[in-house]
Every structure is written in structure tokens, then in C-alpha cells.
């Protein structure tokens, strides 16, 4: 999976800071949303996942957090480090089951 | 344990010419799934495979097929290629069928196919 996009949202925080990275998403009928990371030259790696009758679900230093009413989805990485840097995608499963993808936005983390 | 391969990992062809990529899915993994990634398009749903019947497809044309074997390997074919098929071509397994229940799907790291 190499870098994807020409115009990607980009994202910039300093390495030992909380990232924020903000979707939105389309389809009030999804069920089913998932957080992706992609490094150069690697597939999506699963990050985070939620239900829609959920609206906060913890992981290792990840928070995903899902707002209905306004259809947004979000992914808080805590003490970003260098490792971080990468390409994340939000993904939501509609009602046909399939998953659509969010363009991605670029997380670049400074030393 | 080994994850999800994919052969080959970069591919150049024509227009008008064929193509087939192959995907290992994990061992135990009966689902295989794949998607197309491009700049303008980002990551988009081609189709899904369990126990060699297609369970779901995305909306691409006819000309991108599949199919799954009885160990759940998988290969997809694009015939007549087009320019705008250039792209990395991304398979993932999951244990069960994709769109039955939450569960994880696992990502090779693609196929990335130049077409000419």
C-alpha cells in the first residue's frame, strides 16, 4: 500500500502530543465503523473499531469516538510518536454491508 | 503466522491486455475481500468471497472478475485494461463473511498494477 492521494488532508503535531483526526461520513443507516492506518508500502493495518450504538470505545493509546447525530466519527491518538506517521482512513459498512472508505488524511509526526 | 500475500507485487501491461493477481488469504481465513486504491477514487469495494461463492460486490464493470478456491485463495481478473485501472489492487481476509457481524479484516500489501 503506497501512499495514496494527491490531496490529502494533511495533519502535523509534534511527537509526544495528542493527534485528532476528524471523518465524516455519509450513510446514517451504517452500523459498523473502522479505523484504518496505512504505511508506505503496506495495506491498511485494523486500528480501531465501533458499533453505532456506541459513541466512545478505547484502545491502546487510541480513542475512537462516534457522533450520530452530526455523522462524524473521530480517532484520538494519545503521545504521538514518529511510529504514528502514516495515512489514516476512517471506513463505515452501509446497508449493504460493503465498507466505504474516507479519503484518508496524512498524520506527519515532528521530532 | 503468516499474513495476507499477494502475488505479483507490481505489474505493467497494455490497454486491451488481461490480467490476474492471486491472494494467500491467513490460514483459517475463509473471506477474502478485495478493494482497488487509486489518488482520485481512494480504496474502493470490488468484491467479496466466501467458501468460493461471491457474497458481495461493489460497483465496478464487468470486466473485473473473481473467484475463490477450495482453500480460500483467491484471484481477480481485469480484462481489457484501461488506464484508468492503473492501481493498487488490495486484498484482506477476515475469518467469517465480511458483512455478517464485526470482525477484523486483515490487508496484504497489494498488487500495484501500471497500465499503459
Same mark, same amino acid.
Given at each position: 500500500g503506497e501512499s495514496v492521494g494527491l490531496h490529502l488532508p494533511t495533519l502535523s503535531v509534534q511527537e509526544g502530543d495528542n493527534s485528532i483526526i476528524n471523518c465524516? &461520513?455519509?450513510?446514517?443507516?451504517?452500523? &459498523?465503523?473502522?479505523? &484504518?492506518? *496505512?504505511?508506505s508500502g503496506k495495506g491498511p493495518q485494523f486500528i480501531?473499531?465501533?458499533?453505532?450504538?456506541?459513541?466512545? $470505545? *478505547?484502545? *491502546? $493509546?487510541?480513542?475512537?469516538?462516534?457522533?450520530?447525530?452530526?455523522?462524524?466519527?473521530?480517532? *484520538?491518538i494519545a503521545a504521538t510518536q514518529p511510529g504514528d506517521s502514516a495515512v489514516y482512513f476512517c471506513a463505515e459498512r452501509g446497508s449493504a454491508r460493503q465498507l466505504t472508505f474516507g479519503s484518508g488524511t496524512q498524520l506527519t509526526v515532528l521530532p | 503466522k503468516a499474513g495476507v500475500t499477494q502475488t505479483p507485487r507490481y505489474l505493467i501491461k497494455t490497454r486491451g491486455q488481461q490480467v490476474t493477481l492471486s491472494c494467500s488469504p491467513i490460514s483459517g481465513h475463509r473471506s477474502v475481500s478485495w478493494y482497488q486504491q487509486t489518488p482520485g477514487q481512494g480504496l474502493q469495494f470490488l468484491f467479496e468471497y466466501f467458501s468460493e461463492t461471491q457474497r458481495n460486490k461493489g460497483n465496478f464493470p464487468g470486466r473485473f472478475s473473481g473467484r475463490q478456491f477450495s482453500n480460500s485463495r483467491s484471484e481477480m481478473n481485469v480484462s481489457t485494461l484501461?488506464?484508468?485501472? @492503473?492501481?493498487?489492487?488490495?486484498?484482506? @481476509? @477476515?475469518? #467469517? #463473511?465480511? +458483512?455478517? +457481524?464485526?470482525h477484523e479484516?486483515?490487508? +496484504?500489501?497489494? /498488487?500495484?498494477? /501500471?497500465?499503459?
Amino acid at each position: 500500500g503506497e501512499s495514496v492521494g494527491l490531496h490529502l488532508p494533511t495533519l502535523s503535531v509534534q511527537e509526544g502530543d495528542n493527534s485528532i483526526i476528524n471523518c465524516a &461520513y455519509s450513510n446514517s443507516a451504517s452500523d &459498523y465503523f473502522i479505523w &484504518y492506518k *496505512q504505511e508506505s508500502g503496506k495495506g491498511p493495518q485494523f486500528i480501531i473499531d465501533i458499533r453505532s450504538n456506541m459513541d466512545k $470505545r *478505547q484502545g *491502546q $493509546r487510541v480513542t475512537v469516538l462516534l457522533n450520530k447525530t452530526v455523522k462524524h466519527l473521530s480517532l *484520538q491518538i494519545a503521545a504521538t510518536q514518529p511510529g504514528d506517521s502514516a495515512v489514516y482512513f476512517c471506513a463505515e459498512r452501509g446497508s449493504a454491508r460493503q465498507l466505504t472508505f474516507g479519503s484518508g488524511t496524512q498524520l506527519t509526526v515532528l521530532p | 503466522k503468516a499474513g495476507v500475500t499477494q502475488t505479483p507485487r507490481y505489474l505493467i501491461k497494455t490497454r486491451g491486455q488481461q490480467v490476474t493477481l492471486s491472494c494467500s488469504p491467513i490460514s483459517g481465513h475463509r473471506s477474502v475481500s478485495w478493494y482497488q486504491q487509486t489518488p482520485g477514487q481512494g480504496l474502493q469495494f470490488l468484491f467479496e468471497y466466501f467458501s468460493e461463492t461471491q457474497r458481495n460486490k461493489g460497483n465496478f464493470p464487468g470486466r473485473f472478475s473473481g473467484r475463490q478456491f477450495s482453500n480460500s485463495r483467491s484471484e481477480m481478473n481485469v480484462s481489457t485494461l484501461e488506464l484508468g485501472d @492503473s492501481a493498487l489492487y488490495l486484498c484482506a @481476509s @477476515s475469518l #467469517v #463473511v465480511w +458483512g455478517q +457481524g464485526a470482525h477484523e479484516q486483515f490487508f +496484504g500489501p497489494g /498488487t500495484r498494477l /501500471t497500465v499503459l
